[in-house]
């Protein structure tokens, strides 16, 4: 197969979640498969390039009514021969940040993302490479499909199927309906089984409805945005398309996502021999300033801070799971959380620390440093953070949501089985009791607890056999595609 993906985000160029972690592996593993996989993105200020060529000719995309001009860098996917080319326009990506600027709404995002969208169609007649995928991640990328049911019978890029990846239903930006000029789409596209919700313009419903096939990032989140609760005002649409929908659970690149290579860590360890995990957790406490003590827990959080999150769940259970150990957290979101937990941080004495921002190397460090991981979220599509925190042997205490269920086992020392620890009534009172249980098992059932790291540290995360789910998912959309 021929596979185009066009996504906001690809790591290590540029990441603001989970959904660039996805873009940067998955094509790799597809790629292993044989399949010729390219990734598009924007060419954002904030993407540093060392080894990067410019095209000779410029790219010329359609976009309200005329051409806009845009610069075509080309690289590669680190440790691969995947192509990846990023669009360059100042004027739309030049302006250090991927969405929206701090504190604020991007007023152009339909003018930045709509570029992207029809680029990706300019971009395979400049290479002169036919795509039989077309592979399209959230709301920014979703206008593909829409443009490309739209071209013209002989088009070959006609025949090009596509998937549309929903990686968190919730982020869905509306337009005015003016937008569709801009567009350059017809007016019959703006109706309820297209582009138009409400009297405005929305990109995620109109590729809910266009694309050849709909994937998730886990079965139960494929199943949890069918019904009104978590369908985010889709859910009509999902049930309608749930024969063409299917949940294929993430993976990570257990390349970069390793204890026994991580090139991140102060001290390196595997299942076989866990010893630098305690030479990991010190040095995390010393460069938090946390007490350096063997004897309580550490609690560890990467997340970013918002009401799916459940970060207000976590700030009342704060004081209570700080009876239990430490607690070291890094993250970035809604002003009110980053303002009361630097406040605490500030006050937290030698048990709790917060990092406001975000860091790679730290956030490796967290998930090596701690004993247990928290997740404590309203709703999680996949989650990449649980699957992190059991190859590092930090179980995780995680709410029974999405992909969190679906990955982590219950833990049940008496059985031998699980994975992690999980919690279903999503309140500080229920946060701390699973904690506590969880500190219980660490603290007194030694055995148990070095049995449960083992199993999640031994299971198989990586994207292998998620890439082959993918691509069967591509020769199910070609077929349907051309008849």
């Known amino acids: ?63 309200g009514g005329g051409e806009t001009w845009c610069a075509i860098l080309e690289a590669r996917l680190p440790q691969s021969d995947v192509p990846v080319y990023l669009l360059e326009h100042d004027a739309l990506y030049g302006r250090g ?27 395979c007649r400049h290479l002169h490479w036919e795509p039989d995928v077309f592979h399209v991640h959230d709301w920014p990328t979703a206008l593909v499909p829409v ?22 239903l919730a982020h869905q930006p509306r337009f005015a309906a003016s937008g569709l000029g801009l567009l350059g789409l017809p007016a019959s596209v703006f109706r309820a089984d297209g582009l138009e919700d409400h009297g405005h313009l929305s990109p995620f419903k109109g590729g809910l409805w266009h694309a050849t096939k709909l994937t998730t990032v886990s079965p139960r989140y494929a199943d949890e945005i069918r019904r009104p609760e978590h369908g985010c005002g889709l859910d009509s649409i999902l049930r ?24 991140l860590l102060p001290a390196r360890y595997s299942a076989a021999d866990l010893g630098g995990k305690q030479a990991c957790k010190r040095a995390l406490q010393r460069e938090l300033g946390l ?8 609690f560890g959080v990467v997340s970013r801070m918002g009401e799916q999150k459940g970060t207000d769940v976590l700030c009342e259970a704060l004081d209570a799971l700080l009876t239990l150990g430490q607690l070291a957290l890094l993250g970035s979101g809604d002003p009110q959380a980053e303002a009361f937990l630097s406040r605490r941080s500030h006050h937290g004495g030698a048990r709790f620390r917060a990092v ?31 699957l992190y925190s059991m190859r590092y042997g930090s179980p995780p205490i995680v709410r029974a949501t999405g992909g969190l269920d679906d990955t982590v086992e219950q833990c049940d020392p008496a059985s031998g089985a699980g994975t992690g620890f999980k919690l279903w009534d999503l309140t500080p009172r229920s946060l701390y009791e699973t ?31 998620r890439a ?16």
């Open 1 to 63: 197969m021929r596979v185009l993906f066009v996504a906001s985000e690809c790591a290590p160029f540029a990441k603001a979640g989970g959904l660039g972690d996805v873009v940067g592996a998955l094509p790799k593993a597809l790629a292993r498969l044989g399949h010729d996989v390219r990734v598009l993105l924007p060419r954002y200020d904030t993407v540093r390039l060392e080894h990067a060529f410019r095209h000779d000719q410029g790219l010329a995309v359609p976009l």
């Open 97 to 123: 940040y991927l969405y929206d600027p701090p504190a604020g709404l991007c007023g152009d995002n339909l003018a930045r993302f709509g570029l992207l969208c029809r680029g990706a169609l300019s971009l």
């Open 147 to 168: 443009l490309t049911n739209h071209l013209p019978p002989g088009d070959p890029l006609a025949r090009a199927a596509s998937v549309l990846t929903i990686h968190n």
């Open 240 to 263: 309608f398309r749930s024969g063409d929908l299917v949940g294929i659970l993430n993976g990570i690149d257990d390349a970069v996502w390793d204890p026994a290579t991580d090139p």
């Open 291 to 298: 007490a350096e003590r063997q004897d309580v827990p550490l």
């Open 356 to 386: 406001i921002g975000y860091s790679e190397p730290l956030a490796h460090r967290i998930e090596a440093g701690c004993d247990l991981f928290l997740m404590p979220s309203r709703f999680e599509p996949c989650g990449l953070n649980q």
């Open 435 to 465: 904690a506590r249980w969880a500190t219980g098992v660490w603290r007194d059932q030694k055995e148990a607890f070095g049995a449960l790291q083992q199993r999640g540290m031994q299971r198989d995360y990586g994207w292998g056999s």
């Open 468 to 483: 082959r789910q993918y691509g069967e998912l591509y020769e199910w959309a070609v077929r349907a595609r051309r008849g």
